[in-house]
Antibody
Framework: EVQLLESGGGLEQPGGSLRLSCVAS????????MSWVRQPPGKGLEWVST????????YYADSVKGRFTLSRDNSKNTLSLQMKSLRAEDTAVYYC??????????????WGQGTLVTVSS | QSVLTQPPSVSGAPGQRVTISCTGS?????????VHWYQQLPGTAPKLLIY???NRPSGVPDRFSASKSGTSASLAITGLQAEDEADYYC??????????FGGGTKLTVL
């Protein structure tokens, strides 16, 4: 059974940093691209970033480019999102998602339960 | 303003058929990028409903179907049930923006 377990969310001040993690199980982690998708309270889904299975390629939404860094450790089945220079508009539930076989970016066939990031003073 | 446009809400009575449209442009759906659909029940993570324009993952009832034509896609739900009340999102890839989602459609079962 595929499982994605996120952690690391919380309350942070504007300009601060947070690191989100996602531990995967139930599939060969290194074979699949992985992504983060976020959802502001009461709003729709927004793609944040995707990393290839090898970790050699990363892609970012313009809204986070230069502030967020996505990485993975295939030996630990772990995905990490380092978030810096946080803004109020980064407040959202952040979902870790597995990219479908045969796709480089999306769709997403498995999702974690989400972790809430709140940016506020 | 989402790159993919969905109606904010649709509704239907139990047993009826409803459709949800997803309108894109020549830089996404019109460029032959696949469309995927997700269902998000209240308070839960999204769930993949349709992938690759028309394909249902194992376990998704055949009441759910989808199509794609030109710069648009559509999700159809037949035999509407109370448990189908949820938010529905389309998703594709855009040459300019990367992975893109529609704004979401809230389905109300009357």
């Amino acid at each position: 059974e595929v499982q994605l377990l996120e952690s690391g969310g919380g309350l942070e001040q504007p300009g601060g940093s947070l690191r989100l993690s996602c531990v995967a199980s139930g599939f060969i982690f290194s074979n699949y691209a992985m992504s983060w998708v976020r959802q502001p309270p009461g709003k729709g889904l927004e793609w944040v970033s995707t990393i290839s299975g090898s970790g050699g390629s990363t892609y970012y939404a313009d809204s986070v480019k230069g502030r967020f860094t996505l990485s993975r450790d295939n030996s630990k089945n772990t995905l990490s999102l380092q978030m810096k220079s946080l803004r109020a508009e980064d407040t959202a539930v952040y979902y870790c998602a597995k990219v479908l076989s045969g796709y480089n970016y999306g769709g997403f066939d498995y999702w974690g339960q989400g972790t809430l990031v709140t940016v506020s003073s | 303003q989402s790159v993919l446009t969905q109606p904010p809400s649709v509704s239907g009575a139990p047993g009826q058929r409803v459709t949800i449209s997803c309108t894109g442009s020549s830089s996404n759906i019109g460029s032959a990028y696949d469309v995927h659909w997700y269902q998000q029940l209240p308070g839960t993570a999204p769930k993949l409903l349709i992938y690759g324009n028309i394909n249902r993952p194992s376990g998704v009832p055949d009441r759910f179907s989808a199509s794609k034509s030109g710069t648009s896609a559509s999700l159809a739900i037949t035999g509407l049930q109370a448990e189908d009340e949820a938010d529905y999102y389309c998703q594709s890839y855009d040459r300019l923006s990367g992975v893109v989602f529609g704004g979401g459609t809230k389905l109300t079962v009357l």
